[in-house]
Antibody, heavy 121, light 107 residues
């Protein structure tokens, strides 16, 4: 069965960076886009972007250009998202989610459990 | 960006009843709309995509309809496990965008 296992909660200082991981299993990692989504209380869900692990191609929401960097390691079937220059506005739960089907399929058939990032001094 | 307006934000119903949740897009998204269920302690669940296509494993009491800008998620004969938060998401164009959610509670 498809599973996406995300890394644990992070408490980080303003101005620093954090890297979240999402280990995939149960399907061919290189065949499906992996999306990342931000959830803040009161702000709902925001799509950050996707990475295609097969070749490393990425697509970002313009709002997150310069904030988020998506990468993937085919050897370990793990996707990563690095968030930089963190502020309190980046405090949120971040989800990885697998695309619904091989391109095009920009809906999210499987979700990780979420990683809470708290930015505080 | 395509704005998704979901209503109501809160809905109370009893098991056995039927309910409908609306999702309106700020411009036409053809039929490219997905619906998700969020429950505490569980990963989010895809219910429907492309407006009306049930994801494998979604019970048949769930249905999706609509095209263009107006969409509806209908749940017939509510079961206890259906009480949750529901989100819509357009997958017609980038950036992908979500509705603000509907919390379905037991009356």
């Amino acid at each position: 069965q498809v599973q996406l296992q995300q890394s644990g909660a992070e408490l980080v200082k303003p101005g620093s960076s954090v890297k979240i991981s999402c280990k995939a299993s149960g399907y061919t990692f290189t065949s499906y886009d992996m999306h990342w989504i931000k959830q803040q209380p009161g702000n709902g869900l925001e799509w950050i972007g996707w990475i295609y692990p097969g070749n490393g191609n990425t697509k970002y929401n313009q709002k997150f250009n310069g904030k988020a960097t998506l990468t993937a390691d085919k050897s370990s079937s793990t996707a990563y998202m690095q968030l930089s220059s963190l502020t309190s506005e980046d405090s949120a739960v971040y989800f990885c989610a697998r695309a619904g089907r091989v391109y095009p399929g920009d809906w999210f058939a499987y979700w990780g459990q979420g990683t809470l990032v708290t930015v505080s001094s | 960006d395509v704005q998704m307006t979901q209503s109501p934000s809160y809905l109370a119903a009893s098991p056995g009843e039927s309910v409908s949740i609306s999702c309106k897009a700020s411009k036409s998204i053809n039929t490219y709309l997905a619906w998700y269920q969020e429950k505490p302690g569980k990963t989010n669940k895809l219910l429907i995509y492309s407006g009306s296509t049930l994801q494998s494993g979604t019970p048949s009491r769930f249905s999706g309809s609509g095209s263009g800008t107006d969409f509806t998620l209908t749940i017939r004969s509510l079961e206890p496990e259906d009480f949750a938060v529901y989100y819509c998401q357009q997958h017609n164009e980038y950036p992908l965008t979500f509705g603000s959610g509907t919390k379905l509670e037991i009356k």
